[in-house]
């Protein structure tokens, strides 16, 4: 079982950064493949990107490319998403998410067994 909990949202103007955090209640640098999510009001929810092993392998979404950068603190046991450039867009709310290792990244939903609880991330215009 692993328990993720994200930190770091908050409310923005368009052009500014944020920075998530979310640890993670068990070692997962090598076992695990780690991501964040998004979901805003009315829409499914989206993969933004993924990273395992300290950046050994990582995943953006194209919305995101260029403009966020995901890592990961093996000793912390903690990975971030870095955002800057905020768009009104990107506001919703951001999930972080934890699936096992089993050779390949991926932002499938479907492929995420553990989710932290949300935090929210509103970019004003």
């Known amino acids: 079982q692993v328990q993720l909990v994200e930190s770091g949202g908050g409310s923005v103007q368009a052009g500014g950064s944020l920075r998530l955090s979310c640890a993670a209640s068990?070692?997962?640098?090598?076992?695990?493949?780690m991501g964040w999510f998004r979901q805003a009001p009315g829409k499914e929810r989206e993969g933004v990107a993924a990273?395992?092993?300290?950046?050994?392998?990582?995943l953006y979404a194209d919305s995101v490319k260029g403009r966020f950068t995901i890592s990961q603190d093996r000793a912390k046991n903690t990975f971030y998403l870095q955002m800057n450039n905020l768009k009104p867009d990107d506001t919703a709310m951001y999930y972080c998410?934890?699936?096992?290792?089993?050779?390949?990244?991926?932002?499938?939903?479907?492929?995420?067994?553990?989710w932290g609880q949300g935090t929210q991330v509103t970019v004003s215009s």
């Open positions: 990273i395992y092993s300290g950046g050994y392998r990582i």
């Open positions: 068990v070692y997962t640098y090598s076992t695990y493949f």
């Open positions: 998410a934890a699936g096992r290792w089993t050779g390949s990244l991926s932002l499938r939903e479907a492929d995420f067994s553990y």
